[in-house]
Structures are given as structure tokens and as C-alpha cells.
């Protein structure tokens, strides 16, 4: 069973930057696609970014296009969001999982990283 654990949350003020981190468990990590969601209070989860098993194609929400970037290292099982130019509006609980295009692959899902930005 894959584990996932997230990390690199925060408090920042808007216009301000975080780096996510999700470390995964499993052989199969480096043929996998990878992606990033989130889930703001009284919201559902929404797709926020993925990745494909190379790296070499990204994909984003309109939301977050041109300020987030989504990476992967095969070599450490670990997949990154890099945020720049945050918003009020991505202040949520932020998760990875395995990704078949937005949407989550896994039904188990890691402990998330929470994501606040004052405005």
C-alpha cells in the first residue's frame, strides 16, 4: 500500500511563496503520475496540479496556472508544488496522490499539509 505524507505548509501573507513536499512509499512511484489537490474549508477537494512519470508534462488548474509549478524527484520518491504569488483564495489543506487526469487515483489519501494565506 503506497503512503503518503505531505509537508512544507504554512502561514504566509499574500503575494508570498511555499514549497509542498510529498514523500511516497512504493516501487511503483517513478511510473506513476503524480498529482497535487487541495480542500478549503466548507469546499470539496478540488485538482490543483499533476505531473507525469517522467516529469516531462505538467498540468494545472486555471487557478493556479503560471504561479504553481509541480516537480517530481524518481531518485526520492518525492513530488514538489512550488507556490508563488499566493492568494487568500489557496489558503486549503493541500494533499498528493496518484493521478489519472484530475482525478485522484488512491482512496487513502495522506494527512495533507495546511496552506494559509493572509491577505
Known amino acids: 500500500q503506497v503512503q503518503l505524507v505531505e509537508s512544507g505548509g504554512g502561514l504566509v501573507q499574500a503575494g508570498g511563496s511555499l514549497r509542498l513536499s510529498c514523500a511516497a512509499s512504493?516501487?511503483?512511484?517513478?511510473?506513476?503520475?503524480m498529482g497535487w489537490f487541495r480542500q478549503a474549508p466548507g469546499k470539496e477537494r478540488e485538482f490543483v496540479a499533476s505531473?507525469?512519470?517522467?516529469?516531462?508534462?505538467?498540468y494545472y488548474a486555471d487557478s493556479v496556472k503560471g504561479r504553481f509549478t509541480i516537480s517530481r524527484d524518481n531518485a526520492k520518491n518525492t513530488v514538489y508544488l512550488q507556490m508563488n504569488s499566493l492568494k487568500p483564495e489557496d489558503t486549503a489543506v493541500y494533499y498528493c496522490?496518484?493521478?489519472?487526469?484530475?482525478?485522484?487515483?488512491?482512496?487513502?489519501w495522506g494527512q495533507g499539509t495546511q496552506v494559509t494565506v493572509s491577505s
Open positions: 496522490n496518484a493521478a489519472a487526469g484530475t482525478t485522484p487515483l488512491y482512496n487513502s
Open positions: 512504493g516501487r511503483t512511484f517513478s511510473s506513476t503520475v
Open positions: 505531473i507525469s512519470w517522467s516529469g516531462s508534462g505538467t
